[in-house]
């Protein structure tokens, strides 16, 4: 049984490096696209995208740290209703 086990873990491994293999190239990819079509529009339309691209992703990470953060504190107080019953 150890023996099958160990073999259906590398199996199981392989196919997460596999995965993982695949999305970084697809990432390259995409990331050597977009270089190549930013370096060719008017450099006013590249700073403006670029910017823009930045508010929205510094705005998104703000709500998604937010929603982590009510979330970390409402598991907190509610842990500590718990022990006050105790």
């Known amino acids: 049984m150890a023996v ?3 073999s259906i873990e590398r199996r199981q491994l392989a196919v997460v490096v596999a995965i993982l293999v695949l999305v970084l ?5 995409m990331v050597s696209a977009t270089w190549w079509a930013v370096r ?3 450099p006013q339309i590249t700073v403006a995208v ?4 930045g508010t929205i992703l510094v705005a998104t990470l703000t709500v998604v740290a937010g929603r982590i953060f009510e979330r970390k504190k409402l598991t907190e107080a509610q842990q500590r ?3 006050a019953e105790i």
């Open 25 to 29: 190239c697809a990432l390259a990819g």
């Open 4 to 6: 099958q086990d160990r």
């Open 40 to 42: 060719r529009v008017d």
């Open 81 to 83: 209703e718990k022990w």
């Open 50 to 53: 670029v910017g823009l691209t």
